[in-house]
Nanobody, 126 residues
Framework: QVQVVESGGGLVQAGGSLRLSCTVS????????MGWFRQAPGKEREGVSA????????YYGASVKGRFTISRDNAKNTLYLQLNSLEPEDTAMYYC???????????????????WGQGTQVTVSS
């Protein structure tokens, strides 16, 4: 059974930073691409960032490029998202998800990701 568990969310002031973590079990973590998504109340789920299985190919959504950094530690089965220069518009539930190698994971569309966590809330105050 695949389990995806996010952590690290919280309340932070604008301009601050957070580091999200996502631990995965039940699949060969080092063999799958991973992604971060977010969803704010009343809005559609948005692709934030994606990374290939080796950690060498990375994509970012336009709204976070230059502020967020995705990384992974395959030895720890853990995905990370460093959030810097946070803005109130970044307030959302953040989700971690795993895709298959054969999917179009790099397009950051939710439908290409098979396994999802429950999310961790990030709230940025102005």
């Amino acid at each position: 059974q695949v389990q995806v568990v996010e952590s690290g969310g919280g309340l932070v002031q604008a301009g601050g930073s957070l580091r999200l973590s996502c631990t995965v079990s039940g699949l060969t973590f080092a063999a799958v691409p991973m992604g971060w998504f977010r969803q704010a109340p009343g809005k559609e789920r948005e692709g934030v960032s994606a990374i290939d299985w080796s950690g060498t190919i990375i994509y970012y959504g336009a709204s976070v490029k230059g502020r967020f950094t995705i990384s992974r530690d395959n030895a720890k089965n853990t995905l990370y998202l460093q959030l810097n220069s946070l803005e109130p518009e970044d307030t959302a539930m953040y989700y971690c998800a795993a895709a298959s190698r054969t999917s179009e994971w790099y397009t950051l569309r939710s439908r290409d990701y098979n396994y999802w966590g429950q999310g961790t809330q990030v709230t940025v105050s102005s």
